[in-house]
Every structure is written in C-alpha cells, then in structure tokens.
C-alpha cells in the first residue's frame, strides 16, 4: 500500500492506482461519504430526544437539521472551486478531520444554540466532501473500472439515506443521542488517514484564482434564503407566514442576479458554463427529477406506515430497507457493467419499474400486509442503481479530469436541492390532500346514510357507543384519509417517473466520460 505513494509525481499527472491501495482507497472514501449522508438522515428520527435532552420543544429541535442543510446547500456547488483552490486531496482529508471536531461538539453540545453551531459548521465543511470523493475516486481508478468507481460511490449515496434513519433509532434506543456524532470520529478518522497514506503525493493541480466576492456572496444568499424557505415552510404554512415571503424573495432575486454574474465572470465560483453542455444539462435535470420522485416517496412512506398504520419507526425502517439491500448488490454490478449498458434504454427501463411500483403503492390500503408494502419496495431496488448510475455516466460526458470536481459539485448540489424541494413539497401536499380526502369522507356521514347506520350497530354490538364511538369513527376516516393522500403522492410519482423516459433520449453518445470507453 506504501509503494503507491512513495514517489512524488507532478501534480496532477499519476497513474492509476491498483491492487490493494486500489482497494483501501475505495474503503476509505466509501465510508467516508458514507458517513456524510448517514449524518444527514441519521439525526431526522432522533430530533425528539435531543429536544428533550437540551430543553427546547420538537419544532425548535428542527434546527439541528436545518442548520446542517442549510451550510451544506450553500458549499456544495463550491466543491469545483475548493478542489482547484486547495487541491483535492487536502480539501478530503482536512474535511474529513473538521467533520470529526464538529462531530465530536455536536455529542458535547449542553444547549441547542451550541449544537445548531456544532451542525453547521459539520455541514459547511460536509459540502464538498461528496462531490471531491466522486472526483478522486474516477481520477485513481484504472479507466477500464472507473464505471466500477461510479458504482461503489452510488451504492453508498443510494443506501446510506434508508440506513440512517433505522441506525438513528437504534442508537437513540439503545445509548444515547450523543453517540450518533461520537460514531463519527473513528470512521472519519480511518478514512482521512488511508487517503493521505495512499494520496499525499497525487494531489491534483492548484490553481489560485481570485474569489469571486460578488458571485459567491449572491450564491450564499440565494441559496441559504431559499434553503430556510424549504426547511421551514411547513412550520409556517408557506407563504401565509412573512418569513417565508420574504426568504423566497431574497432568494429569488439573489439567484437570478447570479446566473448571469457567473457566467459572464472570468473566474466563476460555480461553472454554469457546463449546462451549455447538452449531456450534462439533460443528465443533471433527469437526475434531479428522478431524484426529486425518490425522495418524495422516502419522505411519504415511512410518514403513512406510522401515522396511519401505527407502524414503530423500527418497523418503518425494515419496511424501506428492501430497497437499500437489493441496490447495495446491484450498484456495484451495474457499475462494473457500465460500458456494456445503453445508458439510454436502461433508465427507461428502470423509470417503467418506478412508475409500476408507484402505480402498485397508488392501490394500497389501510389494511395492506408488512409484505404488501415491502415487496415493491424489493422491486424498486432493481430499479434504482439503473438510473442512477447510467445517468451520472451521462452528466460526466466528454468531462475533462480537470472539471471533474466542478460538474460532480454542480449536479449533486441540484440533485440534492431538488430532494430539498421534494422533501417541502410532498409533506405539504400530503397534508393537504389528507385534509381534502377527510372532509370529503365526513360527508357521508350523515343520518340517512345507510352505511353510516351499519357501522354504528357494528360499533353498538362491540359495546361502543356515544363519544366512544365518535372517536373511533374519527380514527378510521383518519387513517383512510392519510392513505387516500399517500395514494395522491404515488401517483404524481409515477407520473413524474413516465415523463422522464422521453427527456432522457435526448441525451447524444458518445457518452465517453472520464474514460470509461464503449459506453453508448
């Protein structure tokens, strides 16, 4: 493993690596991000406890995620421009390093301000740790395995956001919350140690070019403005609250001052310049609305199985889990086949199985069975990692190494904005369409009503009766609501999912990106 990075080389010229630093490399950034997107969902399930612990009410808990979004949002598009500044390799394992400090404040944080400080400095220095893995992964890979690298990499985004909520529970069950940063610093640690081992002397090419004040202050702005909007537009009922008003505004016009700003710029804080590029613009939209669907149904899902079918979180974990366990085998296989896959027809073929699943979970009821709801979840995992990795083989098209940070940061900050986006807007239309769904349920409640009459003489013959009987009444039409909203979800989903088969034939080979050859 020594013998890989013995020799200085000029920067930016190295040969890949092989053999077992080949292997450790690729242990070493996997959990590495592993542990970055685990941080961000880890913590969701847990917000309860923490809010107890330091005196504070669940709404306010909130912020603990918020905060982390928040700075993530904001440096994650920053990722190109950090890598060129202070070169790759550095940017990872110093990152990696802070990332563990923080950790470690966030488990001895005593209040929330102290913590929400703690979390957003883990975000801040998070941001482009994912985007800068990606890159150092497809630059030390062999060019014939870097479909392979993309795999390994997409396994770990894929299923390190359905571990973590499960992971969270269980650490908040069975220690304390605290331990859900503690855990961080031994595998964030290790991972910072085998990448200097292994990459001291491979650092990329530095290049000091001058901030960009304007473009970077409009970008903080925008972003965080309309990052706040999205994380707490349901606490304040969207647009009836001024609050929300004024950071969409902020946000708006910041971002539209910034377009043309960076474009235009001689040295850009984030390369717009590469959406003139037809497959990283129809790559990175696919990708974002495919992403969006995703997320929408990881958000409704657990939320339905345990509002409405008194699912505990634990089970509501192993309810999602079939998705994670089929694409950790599958990301990987798929990504040692890339160059074989038309990476055209095969997200057709996996949007055509979302969109079949989504139809599937469009039909379920409040009675559905643990294995009704966990098959399509099964068969959604066939799905994913065909989609995922075809279309970030496309978005990396004709990509020199060079701009490999740049466009990894660039598509994973609108990929994971537009989960931001999903996030909002599912929870508020699931509200609503639950709210709609119950009234229109109670309308049929009435005297005359024949079923009505039935299922009070059922209830009467239970010895259920007066109150008693309004209150259970009230339950199911509750539950049957939820799942007539969940049920609207779906559909949108599955809609979504059949749109996207035509806007990904739009893309053009020769999908050549960072070498991976054939790939067509």
């Not at 068969?379 to 990795?389: A, D, E, N, R, W």
């Not at 978005?395 to 909002?424: Q, Y």
């Amino acid at each position: 493993m020594a013998d890989a990075a013995a020799k200085p080389l000029p920067p930016g010229e190295y040969p890949p690596l092989r053999g077992s630093a080949l292997v450790f490399l690729s242990i070493a950034i996997g959990v590495s991000s592993f542990m970055e997107i685990l941080d961000m969902t880890i913590v969701n399930v847990s917000i309860p406890s923490i809010a107890g612990s330091l005196g504070v009410s669940p709404s306010e808990g909130t912020w603990a995620i918020s905060s982390y979004l928040l700075a993530a949002a904001v440096v994650q598009p920053l990722a190109g421009w950090i890598g060129r500044r202070f070169g790759e390799v550095r940017t990872f394992v110093i990152s990696n390093l802070l990332f563990i400090v923080f950790s470690m404040i966030c488990g001895l944080a005593t209040s929330m301000p102290m913590l929400i400080a703690a979390r957003l400095m883990q975000g801040l220095v998070s941001g482009p740790m994912m985007s800068v893995a990606q890159a150092l992964l497809l630059r030390n890979y062999p060019v014939h395995l870097r479909g392979l690298a993309l795999g390994l990499w997409a396994m770990v985004v894929i299923v390190a956001p359905i571990v973590g909520p499960v992971l969270g529970g269980w650490i908040t069950d069975n220690f304390s919350w605290p331990w859900l940063f503690y855990i961080n610093a031994p595998v964030g640690l290790a991972a910072a140690s085998v990448s200097w081992l292994l990459l001291r002397h491979r650092e990329s090419l530095r290049v000091k070019v001058p901030v960009d004040a304007v473009g970077l202050a409009l970008l903080v702005i925008g972003v965080g403005a309309l990052q706040f909007m999205l994380d707490n537009g349901n606490e304040k009922d969207w647009f009836h609250s001024n609050e929300i008003i004024i950071a969409a505004v902020i946000g708006v016009v910041a971002i539209t001052f910034l377009i043309p700003w960076e474009l235009t710029d001689k040295h850009p804080i984030v390369d717009l310049h590469l959406f003139q590029r037809r497959n990283f613009r129809v790559g990175t939209v696919c990708i974002a609305i495919a992403y969006f669907a995703f997320m929408g149904v990881n958000v409704i899902f657990p939320l339905w199985l345990q509002t409405a079918l008194n699912y505990t979180s634990t089970w509501a974990g192993f309810a999602m889990a079939p998705i994670g366990l089929v694409a950790l085998v599958m990301a990987p296989y798929v990504g040692r086949n890339l160059h074989r896959i038309n990476l055209r027809a095969a997200p057709t073929f996996s949007f055509c199985i979302m969109a079949a699943m989504m139809l599937w979970f469009a039909r379920q009821t409040e009675q559905a069975s643990f294995g009704q709801i966990a098959l399509p979840r099964f068969i959604m995992g066939f799905g994913l990692p065909l989609f995922f990795l075809p279309l970030n083989q496309i978005i990396m098209a004709g990509i020199s190494p060079a701009e490999i940070a740049s466009a990894a940061g660039l598509s994973n900050f609108v990929r994971t904005f537009a989960g931001s986006i999903s996030t909002a807007v599912c929870v508020f239309l699931w509200t609503d369409r639950s709210e709609h769904h119950y009234a229109t349920l109670t309308e049929h409640i009435t005297p005359d009503s024949v079923a009505w009459a039935n299922y009070q003489a059922q209830m009467a013959q239970a010895g259920i009766t007066g109150d008693g009987a309004l209150a259970s009444t009230a339950r199911v039409l509750n539950t049957q609501a939820q799942t007539l909203g969940a049920n609207d979800i779906f559909l949108i989903m599955a809609v979504l999912f059949v749109v996207l088969i035509p806007l990904v034939w739009l893309a053009r080979p020769p999908f050549r990106a960072v070498g991976t050859g054939g790939a067509h």
